[in-house]
């Protein structure tokens, strides 16, 4: 199987569990006309409908493949499926872990799995990049983000 149609596959399931996700989202008081769920949708939508072109395309190609080639399809579908664990990970633990932990997560382990090394940058940019991504949805456009256990935990250990 083409490692295009491959990964348009498996994107298609992962926008449809982003929909599902995004689609129990409460909406708060201040919520407006598009809601806290309306930009999760608009990505899922967005990454299902590449997937589907992605898958569909494979279908209509004619497949040449040279023994080179199948292993550099290999790597690059294991590369693929790599940042669909990421992915994965990120939507399943993000509810409970919460949003800020979690995007500063991702940032710090997309940019391992891409060769990046383990350093003080790396960290700095992990948490700078959270906090500009938690200011942008929750300050900017009012989007409000999973905060995940930990609030709960501080109330409790305040008591």
Same mark, same amino acid.
Do not use: C
């Given at each position: 199987?083409?490692?295009?149609?491959?990964?348009?596959?498996?994107?298609?399931?992962?926008?449809?569990?982003?929909?599902?996700?995004?689609?129990?989202?409460?909406?708060?008081?201040?919520?407006?006309?598009?809601?806290?769920?309306?930009?999760?949708?608009?990505?899922?939508?967005?990454?299902?409908?590449?997937?589907?072109?992605?898958?569909?395309?494979?279908?209509?190609?004619?497949?040449?493949?040279?023994?080179? +080639?199948?292993? &550099?399809?290999?790597? /690059?579908?294991?590369?693929? !499926? #790599?940042?669909?664990?990421?992915?994965? %990970?990120? @939507?399943?633990?993000?509810?409970?872990?919460?949003?800020?932990?979690?995007?500063?997560?991702?940032?710090?382990?997309?940019?391992?799995?891409?060769? +990046?090394?383990? &350093?003080?940058?790396? /960290?700095?940019?992990?948490? !700078? #990049?959270?906090?500009?991504?938690?200011? %942008?949805? @929750?300050?900017?456009?009012?989007?409000?983000?999973?905060?995940?256990?930990?609030?709960?935990?501080?109330?409790?250990?305040?008591?």
């Amino acid at each position: 199987m083409n490692r295009d149609l491959v990964t348009g596959l498996m994107g298609l399931a992962l926008a449809i569990a982003y929909y599902l996700a995004a689609s129990n989202i409460a909406a708060g008081q201040l919520a407006d006309d598009v809601g806290p769920d309306g930009l999760p949708r608009i990505y899922a939508w967005l990454l299902g409908g590449f997937s589907l072109v992605l898958a569909v395309r494979t279908l209509f190609q004619k497949a040449v493949a040279t023994s080179a +080639g199948e292993v &550099s399809e290999v790597y /690059a579908a294991k590369r693929a !499926l #790599g940042i669909i664990v990421i992915a994965a %990970v990120y @939507v399943a633990a993000v509810p409970f872990v919460g949003y800020p932990l979690m995007i500063a997560a991702v940032i710090a382990t997309a940019a391992l799995y891409q060769g +990046g090394r383990l &350093s003080w940058p790396l /960290a700095l940019t992990s948490v !700078l #990049g959270a906090a500009a991504f938690w200011y %942008v949805f @929750v300050y900017l456009l009012h989007i409000a983000q999973p905060e995940g256990i930990w609030p709960e935990l501080i109330e409790r250990m305040r008591a």
